[in-house]
Nanobody, 122 residues
Framework: VQLQASGGGLVQAGGSLRLSCAAS????????VGWFRQAPGKEREFVVR????????YYADSVKGRFTISRDNAKSTVYLEMNNLKPEDTAVYYC????????????????WGQGTLVTVSS
């Protein structure tokens, strides 16, 4: 499975961005897809995850109500709609996928995209 993340950029606080994660290869083997982020000097942290073939979503408390994950099966693409962005959302955002694991631990995911930088100015 290969993942290609895109959509990052510079936005003012209160603004919005939409990230995309296009999956290719053995996408039928994906069980869970998720977004993580890593700010400078900090550990990679969980943002949200989604069952590849279902609708159940799980959000980190820090983004609940502001971020929304969605999926386009026809395009094998997962989106992360980010609204009301805050400076503390500044980070490199990564999409990840795994064939068995469904959780918040980044070590549980085998497949990773290259990351896309989101910068929120105050």
């Amino acid at each position: 499975v290969q993942l290609q993340a895109s959509g990052g950029g510079l936005v003012q606080a209160g603004g919005s961005l939409r990230l995309s994660c296009a999956a290719s290869g053995r996408t039928f083997s994906i069980y869970t897809v998720g977004w993580f982020r890593q700010a400078p000097g900090k550990e990679r942290e969980f943002v949200v995850r989604l069952r590849w073939s279902g609708s159940k979503t799980y959000y980190a408390d820090s983004v609940k109500g502001r971020f929304t994950i969605s999926r386009d099966n026809a395009k094998s693409t997962v989106y992360l709609e980010m609204n009301n962005l805050k400076p503390e959302d500044t980070a490199v955002y990564y999409c990840a996928a795994d064939g068995n694991y469904s959780g918040r631990d980044p070590d549980g995911y085998d497949y990773w995209g290259q990351g896309t930088l989101v910068t929120v100015s105050s």
